[in-house]
């Protein structure tokens, strides 16, 4: 059995299903993050862990024990929450050595503790002085530092980078990512951030309207998408919508309005599917017969720095994004400019289109 | 420089209320303070003084003003603490009426709610109408004239003044910090202590602030509902003016009175300066 282990656990809130029958397994030692738009049930999810939102239905079981009928302070669960939560009241020290104090651990060795941890997250020099002098970042280490000092079973951390400026956020994400395995603490990471959730988890859990849409490593959730909402949701991808036309030996041709699309996949003839491509996954020129080609129009060309992104309309009017290595002038494609494009067919992604 | 001229700017904002203030409040009290301290035309002289802490009569009744007015800041908060988590966790109308219901026996004046009070203590009272109904009493208990009667009556009638300023700071409380302390292994009680008490503090001081200082003062109240049985300090000094026509000794006492109460006022703000110390 994993390490926590959360199944069919159902939510509501009033008439809305906030958690829809949730099954939910992370092993210990693993970094996983619950990837979703608000409002999807990640925190909620988070907060029923926590033994802050009791579940309708399901279980939750960590390290064996199924925690239904333990309270908060009895789960040795840690929280960091958004805005840190820090005791206002207390010093650095205190604020860290507060769960130490709870569990009843003696002075000494809870002292002992205390400077450990501090020194683990730099914050030594603070340690004697309030909480609402400190930045957000040092109030965060703070947070990080108070959840960890109890070590507890497992450590939950809701949005715990929004608070902070993007360089900083950056830093931070590797620098929790390395003092977590570490310790080889198991953590559960909620947020609306993609970047945030490639950088510090081994498994992402993408969650839609109270359902986890796919759960995997961030390498195959960008490369292989699961569903359309994971597709859209994680990285830029150009979509199209079509007709099947064709399906022979697990290949589909697809009519759409802008052209002919094929692809490696099985749908019965004149279903109606959408079509998805990764931007750096298209390339300018004619491709060979394994490829997919469009004709389009050049509508903006976006320098990124290191990259730059093609903005390209179809015929018809659909939109495709291109995104090659190089900065802009690398590339001698302007607006307006009439190219052809093209991408390997295995890179071509479907799914049934909705509606 | 630009910070400077804008608190200037601002300051004459506040030269109404100071000239309000310093032509019907400050001066009086400079020659209530000056009659406090001068005999038949020496001054200074401290006969007035010396005549009040003479007298144990002066003294006793000083001590159960003291008392009461403790008795009935402790009363109130023991009320008001919980009913300001109650109105600060409501919402929409259920707040509302627990805010109207709060706010309005202000506007409907002591004496009414003291009569009120009366008329509930008298031995063919209501409570006592009860007592004898469900047998608990055979015959009336005596509660109208008791001290505990005036503190129950007080305490009721001054509990806004406690609710309010706890409510304002249980409203800023972050529910988040509960919810920190409690994944972090603190009991309900651990947290109530360690958290929600030091962080409610503020308030608590500055209630108990407002209803000890309005208790150590009150008239009305008791000269109700003890009348001269019992007398208090506010109830001896209108004594000393109106029936002994002794100026001195009103004046003296009125200074002992308004010593109590600033220092409870300054007491309690520098409290609350301290305790509120680290949360800007």
Redesign the interface.
Known sequence: MAHLQVSGVVKRFGKQTVVDGLDFAVERGELVSLLGPSGCGKTTLLRMIAGLVHADEGGIALAGRELASVPSHRRNVSVVFQSYALFPHLSVRENVAFGLRARGVIASEAAARVDDVLALVRMQAFADGAVTQLSGGQQQRVAVARALVVQPDLLLLDEPFSALDRKLRETMQIELKSLLKARGMTAVFVTHDQDEALTVSDRIAVMNAGRIEQFTDPGTLYAKPATAFALDFVGLSTRLTGQVTQFESGRITVATATGELRANASFTRGSKVLLGVRPERIRIGAGGTEDNTLQVAITDVVPLGARTHLYARAADGDRLLCELPGTADMTETRPGDMVTLHWPMSDTLVYPATV | MTAIRRIDGFAWLAAPALVYLGVLYAVPLALLLFKSLSTAGTFPSFAGYAEFFGDDFHLNILWRTLRVALLVTGLSLLVAYPTAFVLARARGVVQTIILVAMVLPLAVGVVVKTFAWSILFRSDGLLNKMLMGLGIADEPVRMLFTETALVIAAANIFLPFMVLPIYAVVRQL?P??V??????????L??FF??VV??TLPGVVAGAAFVFSMAVSMYVIPSLIVGERSQTMAMLIARSYLFLRDEQLGSSMSAILLVIAVAVVLGSSALIRR?GG???
């Not at chain 2, 919810?179 to 309900?188: I, N, S």
């Open positions: 972050d988040r910090l919810e920190a302390a409690a994944t972090l292994g603190a009991t309900p651990h947290a360690r958290v030091p962080l305790l680290g949360r800007t």
